[in-house]
DNA sequence: TAAGTATATTCGTTGTTGCGAATATACTTA
DNA sequence: TAAGTATATTCGCAACAACGAATATACTTA
């Protein structure tokens, strides 16, 4: 396989590699949602959704509709759900020590703080 | 979904996030491989390469068996190697876009070097 | 035990990411 | 045109990730 295929893939993963990110598309699973939607259900600062809006645009992961003053947002492709959805299996395959991670991870986060 | 299942599998999209990371996974993709022959494979230099396969055991990704002086790795589960599949059938759907943005890539490169 | 081989870890540097505050742009309505 | 609303961009900073050089650990063989 050459390089610059995993250089693609790699890209999408990291685009992909932040809960902020994973949840716009999540919420975007089931059709279009305006920016401002995102933000009033996730609960986030306008800048900081706009800003990762702007990553997944930039993968071409969502793509962006504008109607008057606002801003629609939708998943392009569904495959990329899918491959959310493999995620879910795997996370279920290995619940036990995902929970485990998420309390290091949570540890480390009340360690620095 | 609960923010603790998003930030797991943002950690691990995280871990795939590196072209040598992936590489890695898929060098393994048909069975286990001594620490040695990835790098010779890789042709990258040993620490980089233990340092990668440190992230990808940290999030279980892959696992190690100690046989005598060797460390043989092999992927987990093969759930992962699923979610490669589907990200290369994504790439194939856009390739066109892919090579852009590959190009865009390749363009900031040199343009930052 | 000493030298050799395979792998892992630490360290310092450099580049990248994520955040909120501030600001800019684009559209709308008065 | 001015004020208002929705969204995007820029900035400065703190946290993090990646790299190679150096070093450490663990095993093996002489």
Same mark, same amino acid.
């Given at each position: 396989?050459?390089?610059?295929?995993?250089?693609?893939?790699?890209?999408?993963?990291?685009? $992909?590699?932040?809960?902020?990110?994973?949840?716009?598309?999540?919420?975007?699973?089931?059709?279009? $949602?305006?920016?401002?939607?995102?933000?009033?259900?996730?609960?986030?600062?306008?800048?900081?959704?706009?800003?990762?809006?702007?990553?997944?645009?930039?993968?071409?992961?969502?793509?962006?509709?504008?109607?008057?003053?606002?801003?629609?947002?939708?998943?392009?492709?569904? $495959?990329?759900?899918?491959?959310?959805?493999?995620?879910?299996?795997?996370?279920?395959?290995?619940?036990?020590?995902?929970?485990?991670?998420?309390?290091?991870?949570?540890?480390?986060?009340?360690?620095?703080?």
């Amino acid at each position: 396989m050459p390089d610059s295929l995993r250089q693609f893939k790699a890209s999408i993963f990291q685009a $992909l590699a932040h809960p902020t990110r994973i949840a716009i598309v999540e919420l975007l699973r089931d059709g279009e $949602l305006a920016a401002g939607a995102i933000i009033e259900r996730l609960g986030i600062e306008q800048a900081n959704a706009s800003q990762h809006l702007s990553v997944l645009r930039a993968k071409h992961i969502v793509t962006s509709r504008k109607e008057g003053n606002q801003v629609f947002y939708s998943v392009r492709d569904p $495959l990329l759900i899918e491959v959310l959805d493999v995620m879910r299996r795997y996370f279920q395959a290995h619940i036990e020590e995902a929970m485990a991670m998420l309390k290091e991870i949570d540890r480390s986060d009340k360690g620095n703080g």
